[in-house]
């Protein structure tokens, strides 16, 4: 690939036989009169090491980070007076006092209805079946109205009850959510680029390729995983790779034929090298589908433009997948488009943290929301510091830690799809502590502690996976496990089966950490710190979803018990101190009020969102570890 650096190379030559540091070049080509280099520090470096041929530069004594700012262009979604007032037009409100709100959660298994009123700010929720067949009938339900509906044969119900409400707000995650593909060059570059860019926006990826497709994998991308978005992305402007875009769009264009899942086609965002932007919309276009060029998502190596696509993809989530979906059937009764449910989670994510107004965000926080057959991963920081050994130990304390990930973005979403407590459980068994067998060996032994008497009913299945021996109890795991994929919706029936369920999760939450945040490496010498380090900085643990909103609102000490075993995996340890996971206090959304208050309300009304975000999220007493001063 090409690079911008490279129109400096005599100069950098020049430079080097003069003795000039690396820090004083890149002042020099920001400087220039002629071409001012606006491209990331890592890239600067990286490329004179080329030119230098010596070891690499984040090893210069007179470099001590890799970067001191991110190259990514924010990810989070920053909410300000002018969205603010443009969202209120758009929805038709002016004064915010004694306002009735109806938020509503269109979730895959369950719809979340919420509703209050701005002048007690008390909120009252309603979980209810989601009917995919008409949501209609889930929106019904969630306000009461089920039997009425029925009776009355007609809608009428429904249209009068919501005339109640001054606001109404909907997102969605049912049918598979927002399904996007991404393409890219490169897995590590242009790749992790798509894939966050898709994430952030609310997608779930169901098939992420690179390099050359084939007539083959086009067919497979429109008849197995049938996308509603494919994301294309890769090449350097100015000169970067052309040639595999070009053929990729059109074995794409060839097999959209394919598309049988909806009848309104498989629109495409082309986000890549812009010297052939034209060429790839004359592909599709030629074939009548739908493609959308934005700027390129990484127009140089290094160096990431987010946002470029995101709205992109929020407009035709809005226009063409609802509409697939059928979901415009009740977004006709709402006052604003349905937005996918990890975007409104992540804007809820976004505004605890950073505040608005009178009211004070959190700080830095983490957010994990375990379902049955994915773990989404939220992330918004402030600054990535760099890594200190938490204990006297001098050797280990005196070493020092190097940067070698400086474009890492500091607010982000990621998911894991592979790890869920129903659908995905059987994936359990691939996790490393699964293989080493240290789960099943941790799991029988603090089984055996916790419960040393107790009675299983004969019809109750989770008797058959218990066994005990001299020694106390032992779990078949791996037929428990397989029996949770293929029975994911039996519920616990026990005491001792719903530990066993929170132990489970705890390891999702541990390898879903493990994943998304940053670790180091050590050497005789140095830390390598790679991601972001959440560890080093106040950051705290926000967990959400069925399972935590099921135990934080019956409360018992069981349950609570329950919970504090679950954020165990997601706070630093110190058996892996290499880690970086966060380490502060840890928050319930026993409400549910993330998406609904904070992603959906808070679009209209950020201040008091926030207010409400922190009147209703439940701290939980969790024991943390200890660092040395």
Excluded at 108 to 113: C, L, N
Excluded at 276 to 290: G, L, M, N, S, T
Excluded at 595 to 620: H, I, N, W
Aim: proline residues 4%.
């Amino acid at each position: 690939m090409g690079s911008k650096v490279d129109r400096y190379r005599a100069d950098i030559k020049r430079w080097i036989e003069q003795g000039i540091s690396i820090k004083r070049m890149l002042e020099k080509v920001r400087e220039d009169d002629t071409h001012p280099y606006r491209g990331s520090r890592s890239n600067f470096y990286e490329r004179v090491d080329r030119i230098r041929e010596k070891y690499p530069w984040y090893f210069y004594p007179d470099v001590s980070f890799g970067d001191e700012e991110s190259t990514i262009t924010e990810v989070e979604e920053q909410v300000n007076d002018a969205k603010v007032q443009a969202f209120r037009r758009k929805v038709g409100v002016k004064n915010l006092d004694n306002l009735s709100v109806l938020a509503v959660d269109f979730g895959s298994t369950f719809t979340k209805v919420l509703t209050f009123n701005t002048k007690d700010e008390e909120v009252k929720l309603r979980y209810v079946p989601t009917i995919v067949e008409d949501i209609r009938h889930s929106l019904a339900n969630g306000l009461g109205l089920g039997e009425e509906i029925a009776k009355s044969g007609s809608w009428k119900p429904l249209e009068e009850k919501l005339v109640e409400f001054d606001i109404k707000l909907p997102c969605s995650s049912a049918k598979g959510g927002l399904k996007m593909v991404t393409i890219s060059l490169t897995d590590a570059e242009s790749g992790f680029a798509a894939d966050t860019a898709a994430l952030t926006a609310g997608a779930k990826i169901v098939g992420r390729y690179h390099g050359k497709l084939t007539e083959e994998l086009g067919r497979k991308i429109y008849e197995g995983d049938e996308p509603e978005i494919i994301l294309i992305a890769g090449g350097t402007d100015e000169g970067g790779e052309t040639k595999t875009q070009l053929y990729n769009a059109r074995i794409l264009a060839d097999t959209a034929k394919y598309v049988t899942h909806t009848k309104y086609g498989v629109p495409v965002i082309y986000a890549g090298n812009q010297d052939i932007a034209d060429e790839i919309e004359a592909i599709f276009k030629e074939k009548r589908i739908d493609i959308r060029v934005v700027d390129n998502i990484m127009p140089e190596v290094n160096q990431f433009a987010i946002e470029t696509v995101n709205e992109t993809i929020r407009d035709l989530f809005q226009t063409v997948v609802i509409r697939g979906k059928g979901f415009d059937v009740a977004e006709q009764y709402m006052d604003a488009p349905f937005i996918p449910t990890p975007r409104a989670a992540f804007l809820g994510v976004n505004l605890l943290v950073r505040g608005y107004g009178k009211e004070k965000g959190i700080g830095p926080l983490v957010c994990l929301d375990v379902g049955g057959a994915t773990t989404d991963f939220y992330a918004n920081v402030p600054d990535n510091p760099l890594y200190i050994y938490p204990w006297d130990v001098a050797e280990k304390r005196n070493k020092r830690t190097i940067l070698k990930t400086p474009n890492m973005p500091l607010a982000y979403r990621r998911v894991e799809g592979k790890y869920g407590m129903a659908y995905n459980a059987e994936n359990l068994v691939e996790i490393d502590r699964y293989q080493s067998g240290e789960m099943q060996t941790e799991l029988n032994e603090l089984f055996t502690k916790r419960f040393s008497k107790f009675s299983i009913s004969s019809d109750d299945p989770f008797g058959k996976f218990l066994k005990r021996d001299g020694k106390g109890y032992e779990i078949d795991l791996e037929n428990y496990i397989n029996w949770i994929h293929n029975n994911p919706h039996e519920l616990p029936k026990t005491r001792e089966e719903n530990w066993v369920r929170a132990f489970m999760t705890n390891e999702v939450m541990r390898i879903t950490t493990k994943n998304n945040v940053g670790h180091v490496r050590e050497t005789d010498v140095y830390f390598l710190q790679y991601g972001v380090n959440f560890f080093s900085q106040p950051t705290n643990v926000l967990m959400v979803g069925g399972t935590i909103y099921g135990k934080a609102r019956e409360g018992t000490q069981a349950q609570m018990e329950d919970l504090r075993l679950i954020a165990r995996g997601t706070l630093f340890n110190k058996d892996e101190y290499t880690v970086l996971r966060p380490n502060g206090q840890v928050l319930l959304d026993a409400d549910y009020v993330l998406s609904t208050v904070g992603g959906l309300y808070g679009r209209v009304d950020p201040e008091r969102a926030v207010r409400m975000l922190k009147k209703y999220l439940m701290p939980l007493e969790v024991e943390r570890v200890e660092a040395d001063s």
